[in-house]
């Protein structure tokens, strides 16, 4: 099977992808209250409203990147004076937005009537929904989450939960419509159960050869950021965890001849995923996993499944707000990848230093000797940038990638 097989859950995806942006244009023309959110913001309190719909700037930016249209957007930023350092999906929104959708595949989000940031990724992106807040005159609701070089303390997650609670006051207020906590409770279970099946696909990647490539979790991961909380969101995933382990048992596997097993650190590269992955095939290279998908689903220093029993929705949302990497010190970062190395037996690392997400990238050569050199796994550094395809070079990076099977072959062999 080729590593870029179109799969059932694939086709489904497409699908699933074209009609929620679909049903996100309609309901917004029929009167919904619009927000536009980060990604780590919790979709599932909005379900708690009878017509509250939710657009993902960032989701819609690595959209256009998939398509190829990454660079065409930036280029709109750019011409309005914002700087090639940005990061690339701001550009891309900023851009697209400029001009009204043009060039989307989705014709960009429906206006909103309120924006939701928060800074625990970044406070790169609480200037960028900013941008929106002065140009588009619609209030900006910044939810701001604590830093967690450790665990998350109880004091913090009382402080997020109080956001929160203003953040619901303001859209009851804005929207005139209540809230209604049952709603948002069911929100989060169709949500834990989707994440618990997101889990079983991605531990496919233990099989030798893997039954999964980490291309088909980037792929597989938008349903997680546009539909959250629906029983929909739930299904998609059952079925594409069904689907893989059923490849599995019939002995259908994306890379058969599997000889280097890689894990990768850092958001997907999104204008390469097609030419990366069959490189790699071609070289008996499989990355089956991935720091970026690996956290979906889970809390700071750890893979795992952070489950929900059916408790105070809000708690639990706030207890998963840090579940990205990027809030994450050295500390929990490699305590975390650890765990997957040893889980999944990666051979190797590719560290992918990232132009565009330095809270990402600002960690990574740390944790690269830590790895190397307190746990023995070689480890390479590549230049890529997720979305923006002008800053990767194709030559500089498979040369490096092409030296750390070399730095494995020569490990195996002493
Ligand atoms: S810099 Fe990184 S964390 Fe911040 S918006 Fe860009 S991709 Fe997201």
């Known amino acids: 099977m080729a590593a870029f097989e179109k799969t059932e859950s694939g086709k489904?995806?497409?699908?699933?992808?074209?009609?929620?942006?679909?049903?996100?244009?309609?309901?917004?023309?029929?009167?919904?209250?619009?927000?536009?959110i980060a990604i780590n913001v919790p979709a599932e309190l909005?379900?708690?409203?009878?017509?509250?719909?939710?657009?993902?700037?960032?989701?819609?930016?690595?959209?256009?990147?998939?398509?190829?249209?990454?660079?065409v957007q930036c280029e709109k930023a750019e011409r309005l004076g914002y700087s090639m350092d940005l990061c690339s999906y701001a550009?891309?929104?900023?851009?697209?937005?400029a001009d009204g959708g043009k060039d989307?595949?989705?014709?960009?989000?429906?206006?909103?009537?309120?924006?939701?940031?928060?800074?625990?990724?970044?406070?790169?992106?609480?200037k960028w929904f900013d941008v929106h807040h002065r140009e588009m005159g619609v209030p900006h609701f910044i939810i701001d989450v604590p830093f967690?070089?450790?665990?998350?303390?109880?004091?913090?997650?009382?402080?997020?939960?109080?956001?929160?609670?203003?953040?619901?006051?303001?859209?009851?207020?804005?929207?005139?419509?209540?809230?209604?906590?049952?709603?948002?409770?069911?929100?989060?279970?169709?949500?834990?159960?989707?994440?618990?099946?997101?889990?079983?696909f991605l531990g496919f990647a233990k099989n030798r050869p893997s039954g999964i490539t980490a291309f088909d979790s980037f792929v597989q991961m938008a349903p997680f950021l546009i539909a959250r909380g629906t029983e929909s969101f739930a299904a998609h995933y059952r079925l594409l965890a069904d689907e893989t382990g059923q490849r599995v048992a019939e002995g259908r596997f994306p890379v058969p001849s599997e000889k280097y097993r890689l894990f990768w650190d850092n958001i997907a590269p999104w204008h390469q995923l097609r030419d990366m992955s069959a490189g790699l095939e071609a070289l008996g290279a499989n990355i089956?996993?991935?720091?970026?998908?690996?956290?979906?689903?889970?809390?700071?220093g750890s893979f795992d499944i952070y489950p929900y029993d059916g408790g105070d929705p809000l708690e639990f949302c706030a207890r998963t707000q840090n579940c990205y990497i990027c809030p994450h010190g050295l500390g929990l970062r490699s305590r975390a990848m650890r765990q997957a190395v040893e889980s999944l037996?990666?051979?190797?690392?590719?560290?992918?230093?990232?132009?565009?997400?330095k809270p990402y990238s600002i960690t990574q050569l740390d944790q690269q000797r830590l790895m190397q050199d307190a746990f023995g796994v070689p480890a390479v550094m590549v230049e890529v940038d997720h979305a923006d395809a002008r800053k990767y070079s194709r030559e500089a990076t498979f040369t490096r990638i092409e030296a750390l099977l070399e730095a494995i072959d020569a490990r195996r062999a002493a």
């Not at 089956?288 to 700071?300: K, L, P, Q």
């Not at 037996?345 to 997400?357: K, L, M, Y």
């Open 12 to 36: 489904r995806l497409s699908r699933y992808m074209a009609d929620a942006y679909l049903n996100l244009h309609t309901r917004a023309q029929q009167g919904a209250f619009v927000v536009w």
């Open 46 to 71: 909005f379900l708690g409203f009878d017509n509250v719909v939710y657009g993902v700037p960032e989701s819609h930016a690595a959209m256009n990147a998939g398509k190829g249209l990454g660079v």
């Open 91 to 97: 550009r891309i929104d900023i851009g697209c937005v």
């Open 104 to 126: 989307s595949p989705s014709f960009g989000l429906p206006r909103p009537d309120l924006l939701v940031s928060n800074n625990n990724n970044c406070s790169l992106l609480v």
């Open 148 to 200: 967690c070089y450790e665990p998350q303390q109880q004091k913090d997650r009382a402080y997020i939960v109080s956001q929160f609670k203003d953040l619901i006051k303001t859209i009851e207020t804005m929207s005139g419509q209540r809230f209604d906590m049952d709603k948002a409770r069911q929100a989060v279970a169709h949500t834990s159960e989707g994440v618990a099946h997101w889990k079983r």
């Open 288 to 300: 089956v996993g991935a720091t970026y998908t690996s956290c979906i689903g889970s809390i700071e």
């Open 345 to 357: 037996q990666i051979d190797g690392i590719v560290f992918a230093s990232n132009r565009s997400c």
